[in-house]
């Protein structure tokens, strides 16, 4: 994490020292945005679902019931078919381009992009997901 730091801190620094203070705002301004949206996207996947402990202390394997799955053709394309991400789960080694949807999984009711600017309202989001949480 040490070095990782001080990689960012020495682009930021050449950013500026090259465009200025202006450039540098927008470099800052697009990490922020970048990292919201990771981390949003991570939160949707897996809001509430949970692996099982199994007797030898372990978890067990995550499969396509770990992840939320949308097949809304919107997000599929806007999102290069993250919204298929339980296939991912399902088998891991599978080109984006080639994931496919699994009724078995969780299903996001609104898709990607809508539960994305929904999980910024967390008392809307809490109504309209928790009651969709699959029971254990």
């Not at 290069?80 to 891991?92: G, I, P, Q």
Request: hydrophobic share 45%; proline share 5%; charged share 15%.
């Amino acid at each position: 994490m040490f070095w990782f730091t001080i990689i960012q801190i020495c682009y930021l620094l050449l950013v500026f020292n090259l465009f200025g203070l202006k450039v540098l705002l927008v470099a800052v301004f697009s990490g922020i945005i970048g990292f919201l949206l990771l981390e949003t996207i991570n939160y949707i996947e897996h809001y509430g679902l949970q692996r099982k402990l199994l007797p030898s202390g372990r978890f067990e394997r995550v499969t396509e019931k770990h992840s939320w799955n949308s097949n809304h053709i919107l997000g599929r394309i806007i999102l290069y078919e993250l919204t298929r991400h339980s296939d991912h789960h399902f088998k891991s080694s599978k080109e984006y381009q080639i994931l496919e949807h699994h009724e078995e999984s969780p299903q996001l009711p609104y898709g990607y992009p809508a539960s994305m600017v929904l999980s910024f309202i967390p008392p809307l989001w809490f109504a309209l997901m928790n009651n969709k949480i699959p029971k254990q």
